[in-house]
């Protein structure tokens, strides 16, 4: 086992490895950067801005394909622990590509066992800076870093790379059975059974498409940012982690006993699972939107997980592939198969798969193949048309078409050419600049799609991410829509009635918000203070608990769960809670609170970045169709369930459809958000009161000398 690190702050005891590797791709060398100078931030999301904030010296480049850009991907304390869902994650930071109106500092997010493998191999982190001369991938084993020519590897797929890259690290040639790799200090040689891990990126990336994205393994994508591009600019194609060590845990009985009382308590019983289940860290998530291509399957899970939501298959192919990935095409292939099930489930698993391996963010494909789909059938979109394509789209939900879709993008090719850039780009270029204002083209914000949950009706999903850099994908509270819309679509009774479920949330977000007010979206509400403070709290938790301490999406936060007695969810408890296992692993003692209190502090350095960028409240806005058109249809239903309080106080679930956004009252919100926030409400700038508060005056010093600060009275 390594030796630990030596924490210069008493109270914290374990959990980081200690070391942060900087990548010099200009130089094609490295150093070694100390963890202690930032584990005040935590982990992922907090420890790569404040290491973005010290080494991009140009923090106002808006296009993440540059060698200025500095990307950082991050793991926290909990990675490569047992802590339930909350030991796989990884997060990436760093000037990204393809927003609107300019490339934000941004994030994304993949699973998998990379973050642990980097935390066993002695890494916390790992920072990308400069250009390398040409296509490299990084290996990197225990404390030996090699940069390697890649050429040969570029223009493969992501599992052909990660395939070739794991052929080449097998030493003995044995197949990963025992391993040798380079001891650590005075240890020779140490051995492992297990493999080494491997994020690498495909030809979307390579030729710097705005879908590229991230891939570990099969299935683990960091999607959103267009990450995949930035490195396709940097010529860097892989970076592999392998380790011998382990990780030093605080208090492991604490750490053990927490997680059986998760088992006990939350966890979905496997054999007999309870399908109509409320709540996240104990329900079961099905793996694909569509049907399984086959029944011999087994469950799938990132390191830690307490329930594996993805499946290996008995039919080579669709492993680990899901959610979204497996939904956008499926109604197609539906159609073209004529209704068969299987058919349909087969295409659909075989173009997620396809996704991967060219390093695609499919997202964008959820509403932009339907906008495309009325070009082609309005005469706008085909052979010879006013936009040429050579795609075939009277052959549209075949697995044909779905493969030529996805290489004219990955490849640059056709259509794809112009898609590359973005639909909205696309969009304008194309004369249609009006579907991105009329709701035709259904991405809200930053030139994002509309994730299912559009702000109309969910207005903390929007406001979230109105307010921040991107589709915020952090889904909170997105059980109070999906749990009674589901059981009213199927004509059960809700399992939980409104009053009771927004008491046990509310209290869940104190003091935040008193009492459950916060949670009525009828129109009379959704611009209130209440709601105003509980997208503060949406965006404080997701800053520190999910995105720095890498507590899992699918699992937390876990408001309300129907596994528990009284329905109470893990979120916060004393003796379950997100605060408990951080404790038990780095033995810092701090409260749910503090976590939120630290996602405020990185909230407020990540505005100070989006100021020098350019950004202005100004900026921060709906598209046109959020304001002036009413949304009157769901995408996954004909309604839309959601708490609600009548004018004698009363709570029951109402559809929310059948409106829009008012202009001014968000304008109106948008201020008293700023002032809350620490943020100069004419400008949306934090304020130098606000950052000195918690330590960053020479932040605040910054924003002054580019004249992005205004000094108070």
Known sequence: MKDAIEYPNAHIKGGYAGKILHLKLSTLSHETIPTERY????????????IFWDYCEDKTITDGRCEENVVVLATSPLCGTNAPAAGGRCEVVGVGYGQIPIGWFTRSNFGGRYSSMMKYAGWDAV????????????????????????????????????????????????????????????????????RPAVCCIGPAGENQSMFGCLVHDLGNGAGQGGFGAVWGYK??????????????VADPMALVEARFQVKERYAADVEKP?????????????????????????????????????????????????CQETSWYGHYAAKYAGGDPKTMAEVTMQIAEYCNDLGINSYPFEHGLDWLERLWHEGWLGKGKKVHTDLDFGQIGSLAFGKALLEAVAYRKDIGEDLAEGFIRAAVKWGREEDTKNGNLLFPYWGMPEHGYDPRAEVEWGFGSIMTDRDINSHEFNPLFWKPTIDIAYGRNPRIE???????????????????????????????????????WFIHYSRFWKNSALFCDLRWADLFDTNAPGNVGATADPTVGEQVFWNAVTGEGISFLDGLARGHRIFLLQNAIWALQGCHRDMVKFANYIYEKKMEEAEFFPFYFWPCRDEHGNWSYQDVLHRHLDRDKFEEWKSRFYAAEGMDPTTGWPTRKALEAVGLGHVADELHRHGKLQEEA
């Open 235 to 248: 010529n860097l194609k892989a970076i592999s982690f392998f380790g011998s060590g382990g990780i030093k």
């Open 127 to 194: 920072v990308i800076s400069g250009k390398a001369p040409h296509p490299v991938w990084v290996e990197v084993t225990n404390d030996t870093v090699v940069f390697h020519d890649a050429r040969g590897l570029w223009g493969k797929g992501t599992k052909e790379t990660q395939l070739s890259i794991l052929a080449r690290l097998d030493k003995d040639g044995n197949g990963w059975g025992w391993q040798p790799l380079p001891g650590k200090k005075d240890v020779g040689v140490e051995y492992s059974t297990q």
């Open 498 to 536: 409104a009053e009771e479920v927004v008491k046990l949330v509310a209290e869940k977000l104190e003091p935040y918000v008193d009492g459950p007010k916060c949670l009525d979206y009828s129109d009379e509400n959704i611009y209130s203070d209440a709601v105003m403070n509980l997208t503060r």
């Open 274 to 322: 309870d399908i109509y289940q409320w709540g996240m860290l104990g329900r079961v998530f099905t793996s694909t939107f569509v049907g399984l291509p086959s029944d011999n399957r087994r469950m799938q899970a990132c390191m830690g997980c307490v329930m594996g939501c993805r499946s290996r298959y008995d039919i080579g192919y669709g492993n680990e592939v899901s």
């Open 39 to 50: 584990a005040q931030w935590g982990g992922g999301n907090g420890l790569g801005t404040a």
